[in-house]
């Protein structure tokens, strides 16, 4: 269903048993939910999907080590099981990370441990060797049935530094567990999405949209690309807007029966860095390592390149987060205490990102000990206007957990019972995953004619979807592109398919070409071609786009204009290369 269907579903038949207000990963998954338990649902999102923290997580599927301190037992518990159905349901984009801790102390951190955990103390400390050992005792007896990964395992400085040699030199020590970590957030969300949708009619999205309550009492879509007004009926609403609940209970309560601040959202920043010696320092693990000022830094290889965050500062205005360069110093700083021989260059920083973690509102002067779990609270409209059930907190590892949660209160105020469980369903591309890929690649390759060089990079986009996709590329002429790894075709697939109406929908989150730093500037002109033409743009539009990309580009990743315009030369020789090779 396109949008113009969309909306024109929605003047004939404006009542929904559920509105769901935001359209990232926590978002996308209660709508999943509802959605497939037949219920009537819409999903309304102010951006684009995935587009908010869902787009700047840490790239990490992960149980929170960490949070055992906290005393989170519960939710290192759950969190580790949804990484274990991850790791079964979405093969294509969840892997194993096996990751190491380098110990710079014995005991130290040990005692500070209890009196955190016990609330006498909100300061980061340092954590030697017993604390961490036992930590990782803990996540192994957390995982013990399942046993779907190794466990930990300890080594002394010697083999630490025999595997790791640009290793801080006062290391003393360093353990080895395993968690995993996600290439394609954002395209999982759309697979999900898309999972909600295929469920049939009753279900319905909306990216650029918003809703409001007006003066009558009613509530209101808007769409932001053709500027069209809709009242809705809804029975219930969910609002999943993260950092901007509160903002948005702004829109649907009037002040007097608005509910008290329910967020207190911390900001993360990330950097990806391109440069060769710490990718190969890291020997295919990710570091998880402390800062000298006691908090947690993470390093690991992402597609290529290595992911360096993050940062943990209070925000007020989730719409305004941004790398800032102070944040880049401490993260640059942290990289220099754990790894001291590799100098990063600033010109080795190809993209940098950031988000707002939805946390509980809370007082606490240190943003570690704010909780991380999630747990929803309904309020009540009153004057017969329906409840709004406001989902709080929540990572992105528990994103099918926290929306089975949602949805299953949703049920029981509607009424209804779920007819079936989202734990074992696989997802997206992670659909009938075959156990050998080469033979799967080889023969959807030669059923397609599609080179095996092609259809491989495909499969590692899209995992079993990339048929689909393989089809649509061979059903017509193609063309090259400026990055010699995509072709019209393929772009034009998106553009079709995934509710694509900006060009950073493309470019930031349903491809890699940003993050990765891959995009150069032709690149950037060839996708806006193909996307003007989609959308019959004019000129003007499209000059109006294209300014306002390469504006956020800027602004929000640390990548301009000039930079964009030296990747030339580099994707040219690229296309050349690959072109003699075939």
Same mark, same amino acid.
């Given at each position: 269903?396109?949008?113009?269907?969309?909306?024109?579903?929605?003047?004939?038949?404006?009542?929904?048993?559920?509105?769901?207000?935001?359209?990232?990963?926590?978002?996308?998954?209660?709508?999943?939910?509802?959605?497939?338990?037949?219920?009537?649902?819409?999903?309304?999102?102010?951006?684009?999907?995935?587009?908010?923290?869902?787009?700047?997580?840490?790239?990490?599927?992960?149980?929170?080590?960490?949070?055992?301190?906290?005393?989170?037992?519960?939710?290192?518990?759950?969190?580790?099981?949804?990484?274990?159905?991850?790791?079964?349901?979405? !093969?294509?984009?969840?892997?194993?990370? !096996?990751?190491?801790?380098?110990?710079?102390?014995?005991?130290?951190?040990?005692?500070?441990?209890?009196?955190?955990?016990?609330?006498?103390?909100?300061?980061?400390?340092?954590?030697?060797?017993?604390?961490?050992?036992?930590?990782?005792?803990?996540?192994?007896?957390?995982?013990?049935?399942?046993?779907?990964?190794?466990?930990?395992?300890?080594?002394?400085?010697?083999?630490?530094?025999?595997?790791?040699?640009?290793?801080?030199?006062?290391?003393?020590?360093?353990?080895?567990?395993?968690?995993?970590?996600?290439?394609? !957030?954002?395209?999982?969300?759309?697979?999900?999405?898309?999972?909600?949708?295929?469920?049939?009619?009753?279900?319905?999205?909306?990216?650029?949209?918003?809703?409001?309550?007006?003066?009558?009492?009613?509530?209101?879509?808007?769409?932001?690309?053709?500027?069209?007004?809709?009242?809705?009926?809804?029975?219930?609403?969910?609002?999943?807007?993260?950092?901007?609940?509160?903002?948005?209970?702004?829109?649907?309560?009037?002040?007097?029966?608005?509910?008290?601040?329910?967020?207190?959202?911390?900001?993360?920043?990330?950097?990806?860095?391109?440069?060769?010696? /710490?990718?190969?320092?890291?020997?295919?693990?990710?570091?998880?390592?402390?800062?000298?000022?006691?908090?947690?830094?993470?390093?690991?290889?992402?597609?290529?390149?290595?992911?360096?965050?993050?940062?943990?500062?209070?925000?007020?205005?989730?719409?305004?987060?941004?790398?800032?360069?102070?944040?880049?110093?401490?993260?640059?700083?942290?990289?220099?205490?754990?790894?001291?021989?590799?100098?990063?260059?600033?010109?080795?920083?190809?993209?940098?990102?950031?988000?707002?973690?939805?946390?509980?509102?809370?007082?606490?002067?240190?943003?570690?000990?704010? !909780?991380?779990?999630?747990?929803?609270?309904?309020?009540?409209?009153?004057?017969?206007?329906?409840?709004?059930?406001?989902?709080?907190?929540?990572?992105?590892?528990?994103?099918?957990?926290?929306?089975? /949660?949602?949805?299953?209160?949703?049920?029981?105020?509607?009424?209804?019972?779920?007819?079936?469980?989202?734990?074992?369903?696989?997802?997206?591309?992670?659909?009938?995953?075959?156990?050998?890929?080469?033979?799967?690649?080889?023969?959807?390759?030669?059923?397609?004619?599609?080179?095996?060089?092609?259809?491989?990079?495909?499969?590692?986009?899209?995992?079993?979807?990339?048929?689909?996709?393989?089809?649509?590329?061979?059903?017509?002429?193609?063309?090259?592109?400026?990055?010699?790894?995509?072709?019209?075709?393929?772009?034009?697939?998106?553009?079709?398919?995934?509710?694509?109406?900006?060009?950073?929908?493309?470019?930031?989150?349903?491809?890699?070409?940003?993050?990765?730093?891959?995009?150069?500037?032709?690149?950037?002109?060839?996708?806006?071609? /193909?996307?003007?033409?989609?959308?019959?743009?004019?000129?003007?539009?499209?000059?109006?786009?294209?300014?306002?990309?390469?504006?956020?580009?800027?602004?929000?990743?640390?990548?301009?204009?000039?930079?964009?315009?030296?990747?030339?030369?580099?994707?040219?020789?690229?296309?050349?290369?690959?072109?003699?090779?075939?």
């Amino acid at each position: 269903m396109n949008r113009e269907e969309t909306l024109d579903g929605l003047r004939r038949s404006p009542k929904v048993d559920v509105c769901v207000i935001g359209g990232g990963i926590n978002g996308i998954s209660v709508f999943r939910e509802l959605a497939l338990q037949g219920v009537s649902v819409l999903l309304i999102e102010k951006h684009d999907y995935c587009s908010g923290a869902s787009a700047a997580l840490s790239r990490m599927v992960h149980g929170g080590l960490r949070y055992l301190e906290n005393g989170e037992f519960k939710l290192v518990r759950e969190s580790l099981a949804e990484r274990d159905r991850l790791l079964r349901n979405a !093969p294509h984009y969840v892997a194993p990370l !096996p990751t190491t801790v380098p110990v710079f102390d014995i005991v130290s951190g040990l005692g500070n441990g209890v009196v955190r955990f016990l609330g006498l103390t909100r300061r980061p400390s340092r954590r030697g060797a017993i604390a961490i050992k036992a930590g990782l005792s803990i996540y192994d007896f957390l995982t013990r049935r399942r046993a779907m990964m190794p466990q930990h395992q300890f080594r002394g400085r010697r083999k630490t530094l025999a595997s790791w040699p640009a290793l801080n030199p006062d290391v003393r020590s360093s353990a080895t567990y395993y968690d995993a970590w996600v290439s394609h !957030p954002e395209r999982l969300g759309i697979e999900l999405l898309d999972d909600g949708l295929s469920s049939g009619p009753q279900a319905q999205a909306l990216n650029y949209a918003e809703i409001s309550a007006d003066r009558a009492g009613r509530y209101v879509v808007r769409d932001t690309i053709g500027g069209a007004s809709i009242a809705i009926r809804p029975t219930l609403i969910i609002n999943a807007t993260g950092g901007w609940i509160d903002i948005t209970n702004s829109t649907l309560f009037s002040p007097e029966a608005r509910p008290a601040s329910l967020m207190g959202g911390t900001k993360g920043s990330h950097l990806i860095i391109d440069n060769a010696e /710490l990718y190969a320092a890291l020997a295919g693990h990710m570091i998880y390592y402390e800062n000298e000022d006691g908090r947690i830094c993470i390093l690991f290889p992402y597609l290529g390149k290595v992911l360096v965050g993050s940062t943990d500062i209070r925000v007020e205005n989730p719409e305004a987060v941004r790398c800032e360069v102070d944040e880049r110093d401490y993260i640059l700083q942290s990289l220099s205490f754990v790894l001291p021989g590799i100098v990063i260059r600033p010109e080795d920083i190809s993209f940098q990102f950031s988000g707002v973690r939805p946390l509980p509102a809370s007082t606490d002067s240190f943003t570690g000990r704010i !909780p991380r779990d999630h747990f929803c609270t309904v309020v009540e409209a009153g004057d017969g206007k329906p409840a709004v059930l406001c989902m709080i907190g929540g990572k992105w590892t528990t994103f099918r957990s926290f929306g089975e /949660l949602a949805a299953d209160l949703a049920l029981e105020r509607l009424g209804k019972e779920r007819k079936l469980s989202t734990a074992d369903r696989a997802i997206g591309g992670g659909r009938r995953f075959p156990l050998d890929r080469a033979v799967w690649i080889a023969k959807v390759a030669a059923e397609k004619g599609i080179p095996a060089t092609r259809m491989a990079t495909l499969f590692a986009r899209y995992g079993t979807e990339a048929e689909a996709i393989a089809s649509f590329i061979a059903a017509g002429p193609d063309t090259n592109m400026p990055h010699p790894d995509y072709s019209a075709r393929e772009l034009l697939f998106l553009i079709r398919n995934e509710a694509v109406e900006r060009l950073d929908d493309v470019l930031l989150r349903r491809t890699t070409l940003a993050v990765t730093g891959e995009l150069s500037l032709q690149m950037v002109d060839a996708v806006l071609d /193909l996307l003007a033409t989609e959308k019959a743009w004019t000129p003007a539009q499209r000059s109006s786009e294209r300014h306002r990309f390469l504006t956020l580009l800027r602004d929000r990743h640390g990548v301009d204009e000039n930079t964009l315009s030296a990747r030339n030369e580099q994707r040219s020789m690229q296309c050349e290369t690959t072109a003699k090779s075939g």
